[in-house]
Nanobody, 128 residues
Framework: QVQLAESGGGLVPAGGSLRLSCIAS????????MGWFRRAPGKEREFVGG????????YYADAVKGRFTISRGAAKNTMSLQMNSLKPEDTAVYYC?????????????????????WGQGTQVTVSS
């Protein structure tokens, strides 16, 4: 029973920046991974990035690597997605997600349950 709430979406010109925030509530623990997925119009959901519940290592999709940065807040139930150098193809509904990192996990395996909990999404539109 984890509830997630995203905020910070909006309209931004290409090359601009936007910062999304997520707050998790409910039964969430320090070993929970948190991250972001997105869905562009007419397309499948895709992984954007995540932060491990084991060691706070971050992982990113190739499409956003070097442009997007995920970080936790002072409390591990908060997370932000800093998006820089935005492109029109980044236009999508962005979803905060969370799930337990499996015991003894390492690497991408720590994000294996990132789909367990979803927020309602926040719209990001990048104009050209």
């Amino acid at each position: 029973q984890v509830q997630l709430a995203e905020s910070g979406g909006g309209l931004v010109p290409a090359g601009g920046s936007l910062r999304l925030s997520c707050i998790a509530s409910g039964r969430i623990f320090s070993n929970y991974a948190m991250g972001w997925f997105r869905r562009a119009p007419g397309k499948e959901r895709e992984f954007v990035g995540g932060i491990s519940g084991s060691d706070d290592s971050t992982y990113y999709a190739d499409a956003v690597k070097g442009r997007f940065t995920i970080s936790r807040g002072a409390a591990k139930n908060t997370m932000s997605l800093q998006m820089n150098s935005l492109k029109p193809e980044d236009t999508a509904v962005y979803y905060c997600t969370a799930g337990e990192s499996p015991p003894g996990c390492s690497g991408y395996g720590c994000l294996g349950h990132l789909n367990d909990n979803w927020g309602q999404g926040t719209q990001v539109t990048v104009s050209s």
